[in-house]
């Protein structure tokens, strides 16, 4: 249980893994020029699937 997570810091690590989801989707929509910079949030999702790690599970 030494490297068990608590509660408190699933939180934290959850939000993280959002902001470096959020920035790489804005990162992604300015690259190739889209309107709404903060939408497409799930595409890039699919195209990290597997090279992200998640921090928090």
């Known amino acids: 249980n030494y490297y ?3 509660s408190a810091s699933k939180k934290w690590l959850n939000r ?3 902001y470096v989801l959020k920035r790489l989707a804005l ?10 910079l903060h939408g ?3 595409e890039v ?3 990290t ?3 992200l790690v998640c921090l928090a599970k």
């Open 4 to 6: 068990r997570l608590s």
């Open 16 to 18: 993280i893994d959002w």
């Open 27 to 36: 990162f992604n929509n300015k690259k190739r020029q889209r309107r709404n």
């Open 40 to 42: 497409h949030l799930e």
């Open 45 to 47: 999702k699919k195209q």
């Open 49 to 51: 699937q597997y090279q």
